[in-house]
């Protein structure tokens, strides 16, 4: 059936960048009366299929939310669990990515996280650098508001410096500022586990974004969940605002 569905994407209408919400891991462990780092480890699963089925359909960009800035009121045990598996993560794929060239960028508060943690990624970022098959941004300790915050008092400070007049601020100026720089705006937001918002996630990127919503939860999705959700993206007309 995945192949199928696959044969009916158009390849010349594929999105170059998808954004995820991975949504779902704890309540899919608590349906199934598993400890919670069960669906976090079966969800880290489920997005290694994710990724490379994005990289064989030739997806220039994949942004996923790992860990969000609010987050961090989840109980201790819980936090600490997931910080060991994104420090676990970057060393297990680390040379995966570089043979797949796929690059990783961590978008988010690296300042805030364990220096273990920060360290792992970092080197799997300087690994990957160069890889251009596709680019990962990986949303650990982020949150939309505070990135848009953040670029607005750098832009705040090159004015107050006499570097920059307030009139020279536009949309791309301040697109330069924000963690995704570099990056296009993803044209396809998908989200699991039934939710319907953005939780704070590239609230200025995904101003133009088809959105695609599953009540999968995220350990149940796999490439043909992936078809699915493009083959949706590739039956709506983008209009933006025309």
Wanted: glycine share 6%; proline share 4%; with cysteine.
């Amino acid at each position: 059936m995945s192949k199928v569905l696959e044969l009916e994407l158009d390849p010349k209408r594929m999105p170059r960048h998808i954004a995820f919400i991975m949504d779902g891991n704890r309540r899919w462990a608590k349906e199934r009366f598993l400890p919670s780092v069960m669906g976090h480890q079966a969800g880290v699963k489920a997005f290694r299929v994710v990724l490379e089925t994005c990289r064989q359909l030739g997806i220039e960009y994949v942004s996923a939310y790992a860990f969000s800035a609010e987050n961090w009121r989840r109980t201790p045990g819980e936090v600490k669990i997931l910080m060991h598996l994104f420090e676990h993560y970057a060393q297990a794929e680390r040379r995966s990515m570089v043979e797949n060239g796929i690059r990783l960028r961590v978008i988010g508060d690296k300042g805030g996280l364990d220096p273990a943690v920060c360290r792992e990624l970092e080197l799997s970022e300087e690994a990957t650098a160069h890889n251009r098959a596709l680019t990962l941004n990986l949303a650990v300790n982020y949150g939309g508001r505070e990135e848009l915050t953040q670029a607005a008092r750098q832009l705040a400070q090159r004015v107050a410096a006499g570097e920059l007049e307030p009139r020279d601020i536009d949309e791309e100026l301040l697109a330069s500022q924000l963690y995704t720089a570099g990056s296009p705006d993803p044209d396809l937001l998908v989200r699991t586990s039934g939710e319907l918002r953005l939780s704070n996630f590239l609230l200025w990127q995904l101003a133009y974004a088809e959105f695609y919503f599953s009540d999968l939860y995220w350990p149940e999705v796999d490439a043909n969940f992936v078809y699915q959700a493009i083959g949706e993206y590739q039956r709506r007309l983008r209009r933006y605002g025309a």
